[in-house]
């Protein structure tokens, strides 16, 4: 059986060293980290997970709260932020609300009855006072996709308010005055944001805000076929449309070619998320990048900063930004 004395002999460091490395201690230096976690896969070392958390009061884990198992968001959130705690030797345990409240209360009670170290949530349905409540009750929480003031050290968000702006500005500035937007759920506070800077850029523009160019889809797939049809139905003089997220442009790109339009040409379209399939797609759909990566490992940077006491340096405010394709056209030349 490979002992920690042996882990140390090949490693050339001491035993405190191995110990602290294996506990995720902030300490040891990152050329000391590696020589242990490389002289650990040389000799197969397994340590007695049971025994570390006796020693160091921690579970070696952190807990993660998100909507879906699956999707192009929750995808790259969930392996960007496992990828990074498992650099610290922290197993990272995931669940999902299902986009339901009794499901997310019930989901973060069942983590916190693990004794898990840290929390790392997204949450569609708590409110305020509820992820303000979680927090109290454990420190080492994490909240993604949420601003509250009150907890703001705790919180890791992008600005949707912009987002929704840039993509709004940039159909305007190509000459576009007929600009209807296809929300995402509007009991989320992303959608609402997003809304509120297409808002902000009519408004810039001297163009007066329009209820009947606004539509409520959804950011999976249901039902947004039957919304573009809707939209469109409502006025055929639109000629570009910002859609909250890339599944959503998805379906546009759908109904446009059920009635003979050009994506780019008769009808111009801005999605938001940056998705894989955004620019794989033809006319490849100009798009807000959504950096879901980075939110990704900053949120594991942040609960690992909380976990062991430090002083937490991750970025809590993340800018979107437009990447330009080719599904806009421009009509001022």
Excluded: W
């Excluded at 995931?94 to 009855?113: A, M, P, R, W, Y």
């Excluded at 937007?181 to 009991?187: E, F, Y």
């Excluded at 808002?199 to 160019?213: K, V």
């Excluded at 009808?267 to 998705?275: E, T």
């Amino acid at each position: 059986m490979i002992t920690i004395k042996e882990v140390s002999e090949l490693a050339k460091v001491s035993q405190s060293t191995v110990s602290r490395a294996l506990n995720g201690h902030p300490t040891v230096k990152e050329a000391n980290r590696k020589k242990v976690f490389d002289a650990i896969e040389q000799l197969g070392y397994k340590p007695n997970a049971f025994a570390q958390a006796l020693a160091s009061s921690r579970s070696n884990s952190i807990s993660m709260l998100v909507g879906s198992l699956d999707g192009p968001f929750y995808g790259p959130l969930m392996h960007h932020a496992e990828d990074t705690v498992r650099r610290n030797n922290i197993h990272l345990i995931v669940t999902s609300g299902q986009e339901s409240h009794t499901k997310e209360v019930d989901s973060i009670n069942f983590l916190q009855s693990k004794q898990v170290d840290g929390l790392i949530i997204h949450s569609d349905t708590l409110s305020d006072d509820e992820l303000i409540e979680v927090v109290r009750q454990q420190e080492t929480t994490i909240l993604l996709n949420r601003y509250i003031p009150e907890i703001a050290a705790h919180c890791i968000y992008i600005d949707n308010e912009l987002g929704g702006y840039l993509a709004t500005r940039y159909l305007l500035e190509n000459g576009h005055h007929k600009v209807a937007c296809i929300s995402g759920q509007l009991s989320k506070c992303d959608s609402r944001d997003r809304l509120q800077g297409y808002r902000n850029a009519l408004s810039e523009s001297g163009i007066a805000f329009d209820a009947n160019l606004i539509v409520e889809g959804r950011f999976d797939h249901q039902g947004n076929h039957e919304v573009a049809r809707r939209l469109l139905d409502r006025d055929p003089e639109i000629t570009a449309i910002f859609c909250q997220n890339d599944n959503i442009a998805l379906a546009v790109y759908d109904v446009a070619a059920e009635r003979g339009l050009s994506i780019g040409e008769d009808i111009s379209v801005v999605g938001f998320d940056n998705d894989t399939h955004s620019q794989h797609i033809r006319p490849k759909l100009t798009t807000i990048n959504f950096p879901v990566d980075e939110m990704g490992v900053e949120a594991a940077k942040g609960v690992l900063a909380l976990v062991n006491k430090r002083e937490a340096s991750f970025t809590h405010k993340l800018i979107p930004e437009l990447v330009i394709r080719e599904s806009v056209k421009n009509l001022t030349s």
